[in-house]
């Protein structure tokens, strides 16, 4: 006995029936579109997904009625996704009956249930009977809503007249098949599949097919040693999607403990395994010795041989998105665990590397004496639209706003507009050009006439997340994903190409002709100018900030299980100078300071700041003295550090607070944009840029600019804003007010 049964839990919610008997049409449109409920599938008074089938009604029944009657007209299988494609049910026929799978794709992915038979007959009847019942509560509750169209093309639905069932199309039998790999002295993953029904063979694509890749079977893990690690069965292409994430995370976090779920007999069964310590434990079995790296290479080879079973019992399955997004993760997972089992590898021979000049800013005052009063004037204004690439970039002459819909220069003395060009989704500007990604397309231009120099399609893969970097050479970086190419900035010829296997982000540091590239994975390459492997290091775990160049190495923060952990390189050679554990996980770059590099993050959600000493000893370790995790900029013999509503700290070398300047109960804009400091003055952009005296903290002035997200001030205090909705301001100094003891005011 089969039954289908729609939930009405939303018909006794009073705001859903007055949405339904809204006046309007649009709004009673709306609220059927909301109803949201399961859909129970009951055999033998059994709900087959234990209450896991819940989706938008009036989608998700029409959706079941046009599958089951796809079955019923001698279609192979069919397929309905519910709770946004995290719960799929799965109809596959045979002959005169429907044998009915749900799975669960969160992890750990599991089959909730498995080839359950009922009558195809019965089922299209109980389907269509539930279509009824629903459309026929929805008239009940406001007779208006049933002549709406999502109404009126489910009851079309429902009740169609039935296609005569015709036998479908004989499954060419299958056989088992088994897969072993067997090295010396490595951990080794084996499966099996039963295919007796030839389920592989009734995918007819196009796109992604669940339902055919279920084959029953059998997934074996064992150690170097031959000691079983993991036997499980069920379907093995729902085991390896979840072991290949788990093995992706062993990959990138060497450090500390991986825990992960896999699914285990029965409906909410679950098994535990952790691997820590070159050792793994499967829930409360005894702790098997096996190297993480190996055991991830394992799998991992596991999963692509399965990939290449699939298509070699049923080549069609070759165009199934999900049977390709598995092997394209396991050969991707593969390649990152090759170099993270190579380790570190330094340089031959040693290389001249030039690191960038930190810019500092005017030592010389403003004014003697005790500064009181600031005053600006606005010179430009300009929209750009939501800045993107460095927002604003300002030189002597030129100063360049980059946004979504224009890219404008701007003479920097008199504001008047030079050139203007169409906006993009990533802007670069460096040395005299300007390169813009627009769609699939990137162009550069002359900075200072906006004069076209060349246009080429985007180089890499997926033009969508490509972001532009321009770098001495000249080269211009084009990343995305795990890929990086560089081209030639005056031509736009590709030069090289890179990949970071598994990286989801790149960071990239230009030291010179060497590039430091920082992954997501915890894998750090330096590249030569011919874009060839100079060096590699593998960190504590995935980089959580960019690189930072310092004076004699680059400080890299890395995110472990216990914390965070900074690590100081030598660029020339890749050689580590040291690890430095830290208590929290930074959430922005380190800051080079008084001979020191401080870091800020989290801990158990309080904002704290780290300082260590240029060998990585721990210096001190204090409270952040503003609301939040705070920007950090260095002063001369301290720290300056500024909160998200604008309040800002100065510490001295020790960590102590030299002095204050609270904001709270100010309006936060978006991000927490980093204090600038010239001439003596704290420039601290907030809800306004306030101007505050370096020495004192104590105000002395605004500019006039309303919630900037991007900044940049000049030595002549001349200072250009952008903010989130990309309006572009330019203010000057008009003048300023100053007490001198025993002199006159200036």
């Known amino acids: 006995m089969v039954r289908v049964r729609i939930g009405e839990g939303w018909a006794l919610d009073p705001e859903v029936q007055s949405g339904l008997r809204a006046p309007r049409a649009a709004d009673r449109r709306e609220a059927v579109r909301a109803l949201v409920d399961v859909v129970a599938i009951e055999v033998e008074g059994v709900d087959i997904a234990s209450g896991r089938t819940e989706g938008p009604l009036a989608s998700t029944v029409r959706a079941l009625v046009e599958a089951v009657a796809r079955l019923a007209a001698g279609a192979d299988h069919a397929s309905v996704p519910f709770d946004d494609g995290s719960v799929e049910l799965l109809l596959h026929r045979r002959g005169g009956l429907a044998m009915l799978s749900v799975a669960s794709l969160s992890r750990p992915s599991r089959l909730i249930a498995h080839d359950v038979e009922v009558d195809l007959p019965h089922l299209a009847e109980a389907v269509k009977e539930a279509a009824r019942a629903f459309c026929h509560r929805i008239s009940t509750i406001a007779p208006g809503a049933a002549t709406l169209p999502e109404v009126q093309a489910l009851l079309r639905a429902a009740t169609r007249r039935p296609v005569p069932s015709r036998p479908g199309v004989p499954a060419r039998p299958g056989s088992p098949a088994r897969r072993t790999r067997r090295r010396r002295r490595e951990a080794t993953c084996s499966f099996e599949i039963h295919d007796e029904g030839a389920r592989l063979a009734t995918w007819r694509g196009p796109g992604a097919d669940l339902a055919s890749l279920l084959v029953p079977g059998r997934v074996s893990i064992r150690a170097p040693d031959g000691t079983p690690v993991l036997e499980l069965a069920g379907a093995p292409f729902l085991l390896f999607r979840d072991l290949c994430a788990a093995a992706t995370r062993i990959a990138s976090g060497p450090a500390g403990p991986v825990l992960f779920s896999l699914a285990g007999r029965g409906r909410g069964g679950a098994i535990r395994v952790e691997v820590s310590g070159g050792a793994v434990r499967v829930g409360s079995g005894p702790a098997v010795r096996c190297d993480p790296l190996a055991l991830a290479h394992a799998i991992l080879e596991g999963a692509s041989d399965l990939c290449a079973v699939f298509r070699r019992r049923a080549p069609s399955q070759a165009g199934n998105e999900l049977l390709v997004d598995l092997e394209r993760s396991a050969t991707a997972g593969l390649a990152e665990v090759e170099e993270a089992r190579t380790g570190d590898r330094r340089a031959a021979t040693p290389r001249r590397v030039r ?392």
């Open 355 to 746: 690191t960038p000049r930190v810019p500092r800013p005017a030592a010389h005052p403003l004014a003697a004496g005790t500064l009181r009063r600031v005053a600006f004037r606005r010179v430009a204004s300009a929209e750009v639209g939501a800045p993107v690439g460095p927002g604003i970039r300002a030189g002597p002459e030129v100063a360049l706003a980059s946004g979504r819909d224009r890219v404008v220069a701007l003479d920097a003395r008199r504001g008047t507009r030079l050139w203007s060009a169409p906006g993009g989704e990533s802007v670069a500007a460096d040395g005299g050009l300007v390169a813009i990604r627009r769609g699939g397309t990137v162009e550069c231009r002359d900075a200072a006439s906006g004069v076209v120099a060349w246009t080429r399609p985007c180089p890499l893969g997926d033009p969508a997340t490509a972001t532009l970097l321009l770098v001495p050479g000249p080269r211009l970086l084009v990343s995305g994903g795990a890929e990086l190419v560089a081209l030639d900035a005056r031509g736009g010829e590709r030069l090289w190409g890179f990949a970071s296997p598994g990286a989801a982000r790149l960071s990239i540091l230009p030291l010179g002709a060497l590039l430091v590239v920082g992954s997501s994975t915890g894998l750090v390459h330096a590249l030569d100018a011919a874009g060839l492997p100079a060096w590699r290091l593998r960190g504590a775990g995935p980089l959580s900030t960019p690189p930072r160049a310092g004076a004699r190495a680059v400080i890299l923060c890395f995110a472990s299980p216990v914390g965070g952990v900074a690590t100081a390189v030598d660029p020339s050679t890749g050689a580590r100078i040291f690890d430095a554990p830290i208590d929290f996980v930074p959430s922005g770059p380190p800051v080079r300071f008084a001979g020191r590099i401080a870091v800020a993050g989290r801990v158990a959600g309080d904002a704290f700041v780290a300082a260590l000493e240029e060998d990585g000893r721990p210096a001190w370790l204090e409270p952040s003295p503003v609301p939040g995790v705070p920007a950090l900029l260095p002063r001369p013999g301290g720290l300056l550090a500024k909160g998200a509503d604008g309040s800002c700290a100065s510490l001295d070398r020790a960590g102590r607070v030299a002095w204050l300047r609270a904001r709270e109960g100010r309006p936060v804009p978006p991000g927490n944009l980093a204090p600038a400091l010239a001439r003596g003055t704290v420039f601290v952009p907030a809800e306004e840029v306030e101007l505050l005296d370096a020495g004192t903290g104590g105000v002395v002035g605004r500019v006039p600019a309303h919630a900037p997200v991007c900044m940049t001030v000049g030595d002549d205090l001349t200072t250009w804003t952008v903010d989130a909705e990309g309006l572009v301001e330019g203010a000057r100094l008009r003048g300023h007010l100053s007490i001198v003891p025993g002199g006159r005011a200036g």
